[in-house]
T-cell receptor, first 110, second 112 residues
Framework: GQNIDQPTEMTATEGAIVQINCTYQ??????LFWYQQHAGEAPTFLSY????GLEEKGRFSSFLSRSKGYSYLLLKELQMKDSASYLC???????????FGDGTTLTVKP | NAGVTQTPKFRVLKTGQSMTLLCAQD?????MYWYRQDPGMGLRLIHY???????AKGEVPDGYNVSRLKKQNFLLGLESAAPSQTSVYFC???????????FGPGTRLTVT
């Protein structure tokens, strides 16, 4: 079976750094995606990790440890527009089947 | 490029009615997916397709059917709608399975 855990909600201050964790237990693993979803909108791609380590992309970074079944998304220099839901998704097979977590709703306060 | 488009954007159905949701992509992607998203939850895969003429079941396929007659289109059908199918439906596509998915704007369906 598939099990993906993320915190339900997080709050942070504008300009700060926040780390959103994701732990997973899946029967197959071919990579992990992070998506951002603003309220009432479609998800948009943020990052993809398939090997252990840190991937940096501007203000956003994503880390993966396959042995621990663990990933995190790091957001630096938070802006109000970063208030959104962040979805962790595990790619189970190369047929493209991804299992999504329930998402973490991040609220950025002034 | 329009990316991924979905029609309709909103729909209200009565229990037992049928409807078809249309998804179209202009990126020449092989893979297409249908998800549903309920309040406060992530995306659950209904059906997906790895190429024209192919379909496969996802996590929650019951009560839905799909067809992929043309590479650019992926149709989701509800034969007899139930209140439990009230949800937001997202279509997505990807170049291949290991690439990121591009999502359409969603269809908000209410079944009364």
């Amino acid at each position: 079976g598939q099990n993906i855990d993320q915190p339900t909600e997080m709050t942070a201050t504008e300009g700060a750094i926040v780390q959103i964790n994701c732990t997973y237990q899946t029967s197959g693993f071919n990579g992990l995606f992070w998506y951002q979803q603003h309220a009432g909108e479609a998800p948009t791609f943020l990052s993809y990790n398939v090997l252990d380590g840190l991937e940096e992309k501007g203000r956003f970074s994503s880390f993966l440890s396959r042995s621990k079944g663990y990933s995190y998304l790091l957001l630096k220099e938070l802006q109000m527009k970063d208030s959104a839901s962040y979805l962790c998704a595990v790619l189970n097979t190369n047929a493209g089947k991804s299992t999504f977590g329930d998402g973490t709703t991040l609220t950025v306060k002034p | 490029n329009a990316g991924v488009t979905q029609t309709p954007k909103f729909r209200v159905l009565k229990t037992g009615q049928s409807m078809t949701l249309l998804c179209a992509q202009d990126m020449n992607h092989e893979y297409m997916y249908w998800y549903r998203q309920d309040p406060g939850m992530g995306l659950r895969l209904i059906h997906y397709s790895v190429g024209e003429g192919t379909t496969a079941k996802g996590e929650v396929p019951d009560g839905y059917n799909v067809s992929r007659l043309k590479k650019q289109n992926f149709l989701l059908g509800l034969e007899s709608a139930a209140p439990s199918q009230t949800s937001v439906y997202f279509c997505a596509s990807s170049l291949e399975g290991r690439y990121e998915q591009y999502f359409g704007p969603g269809t908000r369906l209410t079944v009364t």
